[in-house]
């Protein structure tokens, strides 16, 4: 089995900041890269920060200069680094893994950016 879990979500103000992680396990191997998605409600999934293995990193426009994506050594955890954080960041975030010639997704962390 393959497990995705993110964690690091939770209320925040806006201006605030949070870090999420995410950790792949099991019988992954063969990993391009790992990244984070979110969905608002009424609103579609998309890319927030993707990250290569190699470390190349893409982002939506909308986090570029407040969010940061990052991994570790051992290339099984990424993390989003969020500041800044806005009322319209708010969304269930799903982390995602590119691995396998496959993608796996996390079961979500809710974020809400609200004073």
């Known amino acids: 089995q393959v497990q995705v879990v993110e964690s690091g979500g939770g209320l925040v103000q806006p201006g605030g900041s949070l870090r999420l992680s995410c950790a792949a396990s099991?019988?992954?191997?063969?990993?391009?890269?790992m990244g984070w998605y979110r969905q608002a409600p009424g609103k579609q999934r998309e890319l927030v920060a993707g990250?290569?293995?190699?470390?190349?990193?893409n982002y939506a426009d909308s986090v570029k200069g407040r969010f940061t994506i990052s991994r570790d050594g051992a290339k099984k955890t990424v993390y989003l680094q969020m500041n800044s954080l806005k009322p319209e960041d708010t969304a269930v975030y799903y982390c995602?893994?590119?691995?396998?010639?496959?993608?796996?997704w996390g079961q979500g962390t809710q974020i809400t950016v609200s004073s």
């Open positions: 995602n893994v590119d691995g396998n010639r496959r993608y796996y």
């Open positions: 990250i290569t293995m190699g470390g190349s990193t």
């Open positions: 099991g019988s992954i191997f063969s990993i391009y890269a």
